[in-house]
Structures are given as C-alpha cells and as structure tokens.
Nanobody, 123 residues
Framework: QVQLVESGGGLVQAGGSLRLSCAAS????????MAWFRQAPGKEREFVAH????????DYADSVKGRFSISRDMAKNTLYLQMNNLKPEDTAVYYC????????????????WGQGTQVTVSS
C-alpha cells in the first residue's frame, strides 16, 4: 500500500511559479513510475508529467513542456513538480499518482492517488 500526500498549491498570478510536493509513505519504489495529473472544473483528469523512480526518465504533456519540471528525492521519498510561467489555463486540482511499471498517460493505469492540491492562476 502506498499513501501519497500533496502540498504546495495556492493562488499565483500569471507568469508566476509554484512547486508542488508529494510525500510518499512507501520506503522503496523499485520499478514504480510517479506522475502528476490535473483536473480542471468540468474537465477530465489529464496527464501532466511522469518520472521513473529509479532511472529518473521523464515525460511531459505538450501543454507544459518547457515550463514544468518533474523530479524526485529518493532519500526523502518525495516527488516534486516545479511549475514556472504559469498560465490561467493551468488552474486545476493537481494529483500525485503512482503505479508499478513504466509510465503511461492514462489515469486509469495508476494504482495510488493523493487527495489533490488546488492551483489557481489569476490573469
């Protein structure tokens, strides 16, 4: 069982930055992939970024490439999402997720989820 707890959301003006954190309860993740998804009001949950826990390979949605950066601190069992040059369309609840195996883009493929943290970007 894996418990995930997100933090770091908030209100920021367009062009600003935020860093989200996701603390994980599991001590080792082996071949796990960790990811960030987001869900805006009235929209489906969408993929943002994922990272392989051991190798550190990353992948991003086109909408955030060049602005967001996913990383992990293995010693702290913590996942991060650095978000720069934020836009109003980035407003959503952001979720941390984990799965055993390689990274995929479908939310249904992830086994463990955090409770979400709200990010609001004002214009």
């Amino acid at each position: 069982q894996v418990q995930l707890v997100e933090s770091g959301g908030g209100l920021v003006q367009a062009g600003g930055s935020l860093r989200l954190s996701c603390a994980a309860s599991r001590r080792t993740f082996g071949t796990y992939t960790m990811a960030w998804f987001r869900q805006a009001p009235g929209k489906e949950r969408e993929f943002v970024a994922h990272i392989s826990w051991i190798a550190g390979n990353t992948d991003y949605a086109d909408s955030v490439k060049g602005r967001f950066s996913i990383s992990r601190d293995m010693a702290k069992n913590t996942l991060y999402l650095q978000m720069n040059n934020l836009k109003p369309e980035d407003t959503a609840v952001y979720y941390c997720a984990a799965r055993s195996g390689g990274g995929i883009y479908l939310s249904s493929g992830y086994d463990y989820w955090g409770q979400g943290t709200q990010v609001t970007v004002s214009s």
